[in-house]
């Protein structure tokens, strides 16, 4: 049937059969069920191309010879069991489409599953510079749009390729065997059908075209005014918003129509052509008739062929336009598979630790609450270094995207147990330095040490394990508050998450919940305020227990009294930890063992609170208030 889809822009693939061949190896991986949808394909193209072949002797050896004569058991038995047969033939024709059809679904459904099981993999060992560079949105629409366009050619094109091309070359062997000179006929007749779709498709394509682009307007414009509805109330552009959107769903409701307009004038055309195509044929086969070049079971067997013969060729070119789609969506979804993950060279472990009887450091079998960076050396030497969360950074330069520089030539120097702040004005690189010690990115120049060891000699899940972060944009999962919290260590009792709730300040609010701890938390916890969403992320990072903690200005949204109790708990938390805060308010990081102000990727001043306000310069101004952070 001409639906949208089969006349869609047709994005054209860059390597048609390298992508098809890719696709075929995910279904072939489907071994017995695409056997059985070949072979129930087969069989049910070769029953429905058979079964008319008894037209011509139930015709012309048993019908015709009855004219005129008296009907008789003895004339009618062979005739009944002939027309049984054709019967039987037709009956296991439509047994074997039900097989086929069958297999069809289990096997698209297990290829797709695969598809994006292959996809999702990808996409989660991804590297966040990867994300960086192009619209969620769009990665999103390989999932989406891509794998759709791929089911709706494995569901019903990879079929009509098998069962179509079968019909095609059984019908056309036996209407050359029945008569050549129809044959003829019917192909010419064929050329002007392909023709007139040739023109037809055209026209409609470019209005098709049109159509999914203003859909996609009017889809876009829907979802940002969905998510946007806050800020449209707020400025009361409602009119606005529904005069634009009247005026995008007018353009689609036109392209659409122009389209559709094409599109079904195919079908109707295409039938008037082939019920004249069948009329010509008939004329033509009771000329021949007449002249006794042919039987007349010759020829109704010769008709019931061209419908045969023209049936899949209509079939077939619609599939096409699938096929093209769906090669351009998998090699969409094969240029996102083919990305390069995420790599690790490292290979400094961390692990378990305890002290040995003269009280050397060795790898513990459970947790002992010590931890040691597991090096092995070149020489087949293992050694153990305590994990106590020193952290240097050595001249660091670093750039996003290899153009803009964002931090300069960085030095640092975190001794274990000691928090160190980062403030600054908005941009100034603040989050940046902390992305590059858990390694989300990879610095240009310089080195960054962690415990003496270069970070990028250490295994990256092993790194960030030892790393509590709290990020600047908090994100929950939908699950309960406990689920939330525990993200942080999965084997957490219910008493650490209690506590460490508690260390966070978060207890008493989540527990005048109705739900308490259960808690549903949906949408990225929007039932929450921003500020008890970032307590609980705060929770998260403390049931972790980890002996490093970065606190992107986790605090910003809390009130001054709630940031003061969570301070006291974090005292508690960070005792014995390295911590870096970035804060807003510098009355959080007061205390701080150094303070360092960025501006523009530079550390310009550095110092504690008391030498900073005795340089006077820029955290002097911050602090005094005569330069707003913002
Ligand atoms: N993912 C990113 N890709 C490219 N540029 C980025 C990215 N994140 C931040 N930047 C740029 O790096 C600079 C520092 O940003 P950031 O470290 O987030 O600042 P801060 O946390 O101090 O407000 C800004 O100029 C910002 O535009
Ligand atoms: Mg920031």
Redesign the pocket.
């Given at each position: 049937m001409p639906g949208p889809r089969s006349h869609a822009p047709i994005q054209k693939p860059k390597n048609t059969k390298g992508t098809a061949l890719r696709l075929l190896k995910y279904v072939g991986r489907q071994k017995a069920l695409l056997i059985g949808m070949i072979v129930f394909a087969l069989v049910s193209s070769a029953a429905t191309v058979s079964a008319s072949i008894f037209i011509k002797p139930i015709i012309d050896d048993y019908l015709t010879p009855m004219i005129g004569k008296e009907f008789t058991a003895e004339l009618a038995l062979p005739l009944i069991k002939m027309i049984l047969t054709m019967g039987a033939v037709f009956l296991l024709g439509v047994i074997a489409s039900y097989g086929q059809s069958k297999c069809s679904v289990y096997l698209t459904q297990k290829t797709l599953n695969s598809i994006r099981k292959d996809l999702f993999d990808r996409v989660s060992d991804l590297p966040l510079s990867f994300f960086?560079s192009r619209p969620n949105g769009e990665i999103m629409s390989r999932f989406t749009n891509d794998v759709e366009s791929l089911r709706m050619f494995l569901s019903q094109g990879l079929t009509q390729f098998v069962s179509s091309g079968i019909m095609l070359i059984g019908s056309f062997v036996i209407m050359l065997y029945l008569s050549w000179h129809l044959t003829i006929l019917v192909v010419l007749m064929m050329f002007v059908m392909l023709f007139i779709t040739k023109v037809l498709g055209k026209r409609s394509a470019f209005f098709f075209k049109r159509q999914q682009k203003e859909l996609g307007e009017v889809n876009g414009y829907i979802e940002e005014i969905i998510e946007g509805q806050k800020v449209v109330k707020v400025f009361n552009h409602e009119e606005e918003v529904a005069a634009h959107f009247g005026e995008i769903n007018e353009n689609l409701r036109r392209a659409s129509t122009s389209a559709n307009t094409f599109a079904s004038m195919l079908g109707p055309i295409m039938n008037n052509l082939s019920h004249i195509n069948y009329a010509l044929t008939a004329a033509c086969g009771g000329l021949l008739a007449v002249n006794g070049i042919m039987s007349l079971g010759d020829i109704i067997t010769f008709l019931q062929y061209t419908k045969n013969f023209s049936q899949p060729i209509s079939n077939l070119s619609q599939q096409f336009n699938n096929a093209v789609s769906a090669i351009a969506g998998a090699e969409r979804i094969f240029e996102l598979i083919d990305q390069q993950p995420e790599t690790d060279n490292g290979y400094v472990m961390l692990v378990n630790a305890e002290h040995g009887e003269n009280g050397e450091l060795k790898e513990a079998a459970g947790h002992t609450g010590l931890w040691a960076w597991k090096h092995a050396h070149g020489d087949g030497t293992v050694t153990y270094r305590k994990l106590e969360g020193k952290v240097e950074f050595e001249h660091v330069t670093f750039s996003?995207?290899g153009k803009k520089t964002?931090l300069h030539d960085i030095s640092l120097y975190a001794k274990p147990g000691q928090k160190i702040a980062f403030v600054?004005s908005?941009?100034?690189?603040?989050?940046?330095i902390t992305n590059l010690i858990n390694r989300f990115y990879e610095i240009d120049d310089g080195k960054i040490r962690y415990d003496g060891i270069n970070i990028q000699k250490i295994k990256k899940d092993d790194l960030r394990r030892s790393l509590g972060m709290v990020l600047?944009d908090t994100h929950l999962f939908t699950g309960t508050i406990e689920d939330n919290i525990r993200y942080g260590n999965l084997d957490a009792t219910h008493e650490d998450v209690v506590n460490a709730a508690k260390l966070a300040n978060a207890h008493s609010f989540i527990s005048k919940l109705p739900d308490g701890y259960n808690t549903m938390l949906t949408g990225d916890g929007s039932n929450l305020s921003q500020g008890q969403r970032q307590l609980i992320s705060i929770a998260r990072a403390a049931v972790a227990d980890p002996p490093v903690l970065i606190l992107d200005e986790a605090t910003s949204s809390i009130d001054t009294r709630t940031e003061k109790l969570i301070e006291q708990g974090m005292d508690k938390l960070m005792a014995g930890r390295t911590v870096f805060v970035?804060a807003h308010r510098l009355s959080t990081v007061r205390n701080a063992n150094a303070i360092m102000v960025?501006e523009h990727?530079s550390i310009i001043e550095r110092g504690d609170h008391d030498d900073l306000l005795s340089q006077k310069g820029k955290y002097y101004q911050l602090y005094t208030g005569q330069f707003e952070l913002s």
């Open positions: 960086d996003y995207d964002v600054g908005t941009g100034a690189g603040k989050t940046t600047q970035i960025l990727g």
